[in-house]
Structure formats: structure tokens, C-alpha cells
């Protein structure tokens, strides 16, 4: 019974993997090409799809705002309508606007159009809301939030980089201020050894003064050992 089972299943024809595939495109062009409701509340969700040699998408998807789901939901792919897609081999913000006039044709004046800011479809937008006023556009959050993060830490690197500027110049400052005191002290004991001054303990004293040990020098009151 058990060889008669396993000879039945092998027996069987599997479906054709580009058959399910055909079938997949088949539902995606019936929900690309089909009938959209005309309305002001659409939300339009734009971007490129990744470049296939020489040609990428613009890709409209959208949702109308009485059709959002429930604040305790989240937006998910079955609650957007797929609304246009533009081969294309070059774009610019002519060209996107052009393209949002024509998808404007199967749903009416968007009330919101959402994008990561590519500067293609940004500038095509900014011609888009400044024919429609109605429209108002809406950087997604996930990439703002994105770019305050890299903008923080942009911030944080520079002031960083401009704090290190200001301990190099003033480590500068010291061993300026360090060089040109010895010099003065080198001067003052090799004028000292001229005028007859023990050298060894004048230049134990000078040391002191190089490393801040002993009271503050005066010239004229300070007696130095003579030889």
C-alpha cells in the first residue's frame, strides 16, 4: 500500500514554477490597470525602484486617508492600491512631474504625497504641489529620522574636530610661551656666569623656576651664589 502511495505522488505532474510566476503578474497587472476610485484624500507613497541596466520604476502606490487602518495597526502591503509604474531610463523633476499629472488622471488631486527627498522626484514634486496647493508633501519618517541621526552626528564629529583645533593651537601657545621662557632664563644665566655667579647653583635655581617650585622671581632683589 505504501509503494502504491509513493508511486502515485511521483507519478504526479508538479506545476511549472514560471507558470505561478505568469499567474502573479497576471493579479499585479489586474490591480495596476484596474478602475481607481476618484477622491481628494489619497495619500501617494513615490519612489525609484532599483536600476535593471539601463531602465528603473517610478512606482505609485497609494492609500486613501479614510482607508487607514486603526492606530493600534500598522500599514501593511495588502491595504495599498498600486497606482502607476514608469519605466524610465532618465529622470528629472520635468520628467516625475509629468508622471504625477498622469496618475492624477485615475484618482484625482492627491491631499499627501510621501518620499524619501531623491532630488529627481523632490523637485517633480515641488512643481506637482506648486500647481496643486491642495497637495502636501511629507518626508517619510523613516529616512528624516535618518538624516537628524547622520545631521547629530555630523554636528558632534565637527564641534569634536573644532575642540581639537583648539587644544593643538593652544599646546602651540605653551610651547611658545615654554621656548621663549628658556631662552630668557638661558640668557639671564649666561650673564650671570659672566658677572662671576656660581654656575651650578644658579642653574639649580633657574630649574626650579622652569618647574614652578620656587617663588616668583624679581631680578633686583634676588641674590644668586657667587663662585
Known amino acids: 500500500m505504501f509503494f502504491l502511495f509513493v508511486s502515485l505522488v511521483l507519478s504526479t505532474s508538479a506545476p511549472s514554477w514560471y507558470s505561478g510566476r505568469l499567474w502573479l503578474l497576471r493579479i499585479g497587472y489586474y490591480k495596476l490597470t ?3 476610485e476618484q477622491a481628494d484624500d489619497w495619500i501617494w507613497i513615490i519612489d525609484n525602484t532599483i536600476q535593471c541596466g539601463q531602465e528603473k520604476c517610478l512606482l505609485i502606490v497609494g492609500i486613501r486617508l479614510s482607508a487607514l487602518p486603526a492606530a ?3 500599514l501593511n502591503h495588502d491595504d495599498l492600491e498600486p497606482l502607476a509604474l514608469f519605466p524610465v531610463t532618465k529622470s528629472n523633476g520635468e520628467i516625475v512631474y509629468q508622471q504625477l499629472e498622469e496618475t492624477m488622471k485615475k484618482t484625482g488631486v492627491p491631499r ?3 518620499n524619501d527627498c531623491g532630488s529627481d522626484i523632490k523637485a517633480g514634486i515641488d512643481l506637482f ?6 497637495t502636501c508633501f511629507i518626508y517619510d519618517i523613516k529616512h ?3 538624516a537628524i541621526s547622520f545631521e547629530d552626528e555630523h554636528l558632534n ?3 569634536g574636530c573644532h575642540k581639537i583645533s583648539i587644544l593643538k593651537d593652544q599646546i602651540i601657545d605653551i610651547e611658545n610661551a615654554e621656548r621663549k621662557l628658556n631662552l630668557r632664563l638661558n640668557g639671564i644665566e649666561y650673564k650671570l656666569s659672566l658677572k662671576g655667579y656660581n654656575p651650578s647653583e644658579t642653574k639649580i635655581f633657574f630649574e626650579k623656576i622652569k618647574r614652578n617650585k620656587t617663588d616668583k622671581f624679581d631680578p633686583l632683589t634676588t641674590r644668586f651664589p657667587r663662585t
Open 72 to 74: 493600534e495597526t500598522i
Open 144 to 146: 528624516k529620522a535618518t
Open 157 to 159: 564629529i565637527n564641534n
Open 34 to 36: 484596474r478602475p481607481k
Open 112 to 114: 499627501e504625497i510621501i
Open 129 to 134: 504641489c506648486g500647481k496643486h496647493p491642495e
